[in-house]
């Protein structure tokens, strides 16, 4: 089992960029793909960003296209989520997951979440 802890949230104007970071321990000797979902309000949570173990593959929701930026520290065991040119509509609790491939991030282990605002 892999337990994660994100961080990096908080309250931003719009056109504004934050950095969530997600720190990994535990189980982290295996490979594992890694992703970021969030949820906002009265909504379902949604998928964000994933990268795989290597980093060599990254995939991203069409929202987050151009604006986001996943990548991974592996030495580190920390995922980072880079959020540009952010809009109030990405307001919402994010998440990192892990799990043993992409496909599966969804069933993986999850973190606290950390809350992203985002101000017209």
């Known amino acids: 089992q892999v337990q994660l802890v994100e961080s990096g949230g908080g309250l931003v104007q719009a056109g504004g960029s934050l950095r969530l970071s997600c720190a990994a ?18 909504k379902e949570r949604e998928f964000v960003a994933a990268i795989s173990w290597s980093g060599d593959s990254t995939y991203y929701a069409d929202s987050a296209k151009g604006r986001f ?11 980072y989520l880079q959020m540009n040119s952010l809009e109030p509509e990405d307001t919402a609790v994010y998440y990192c997951t892990s799990a043993a ?4 991030l969804n069933f993986g ?6 809350q992203v605002t985002v101000s017209s």
């Open 25 to 42: 321990s535990g189980r982290t000797s295996s490979r594992y793909a890694m992703g970021w979902f969030r949820q906002a309000p009265g």
């Open 69 to 79: 930026t996943i990548s991974r520290d592996n030495a580190k065991n920390t995922l």
């Open 101 to 104: 491939n992409i496909a599966t």
């Open 109 to 114: 282990s999850w973190g606290q979440g950390t």
